[in-house]
């Protein structure tokens, strides 16, 4: 399994999400470019600092593919996006919008519904029998949930930076959460069973309630 901790430890820094991850789920990093350029370090080629970061990335468990390109940035396919829900944590972020309309029009009302739909699913998987464990990061594999974690994909390097621009974050987050609840519903409908598809959604849920500000009802 791989998750963005492990290669920030292996590069010094958070890779950034590359692409839609629509079919493949590729970071790329700069690391090689900083570490050349870093004020009283020996100078080396940017080729060959990129050259030698690929070589500590590759062995992580979980990386399929990684590229020294030639401008020095390194880019990393991932064979499991969705191991990365495993390292979001529960955020304090900001919730700079008005209470009203309670419209799509009004961001904060996209965020606070997106949350609130998130909280609700853990409930309902609660009430229908969801197993609450078993997660199988792999069955996020439908284009709606890898375009959520596209977006979450950004949180290490966002945490991490000077001007992470939060608002329009939390809403590309919530705008992808509202498609993959409705295309895809991470709980069981009708007299169809829970399975562990189902125990996928519900678990990256809850990583986008605990991310996104809100209320757990609304």
Known sequence: MV???RLAEALGEPPAPDGTWEREAVYVSAAALRRAR?????AAPV??????????????????RVEALANGF??????????????????????PWPDLPRTWDNPGFVVRYAHARAAAV????????????????????????RAVLRVLAELPGRLAGRAPAWEAYLVRLATAYHDAHELA?????GEEEPSPAHTARVRLARAVRDVLPGPERL
Request: hydrophobic fraction near 40%.
């Open 38 to 42: 870093r004020p009283g370090a020996r």
């Open 185 to 189: 519903p991470a709980v069981p409908a």
């Open 3 to 5: 998750r963005p901790g």
């Open 122 to 145: 853990q409930r309902w998987a609660r009430d229908l029998g969801v197993p609450a464990t078993g997660f199988r990061p792999e069955l996020l594999d439908d284009p709606p949930h």
């Open 74 to 95: 390194l880019r990393i396919t991932v064979e499991t996006p969705g191991e990365l829900v495993a390292e979001v944590r529960p955020l304090s972020l900001p919730d």
């Open 47 to 64: 080729g060959r600092v990129a050259a030698e970061l690929a070589d500590r990335v590759r062995p992580v468990e979980g990386v399929s």
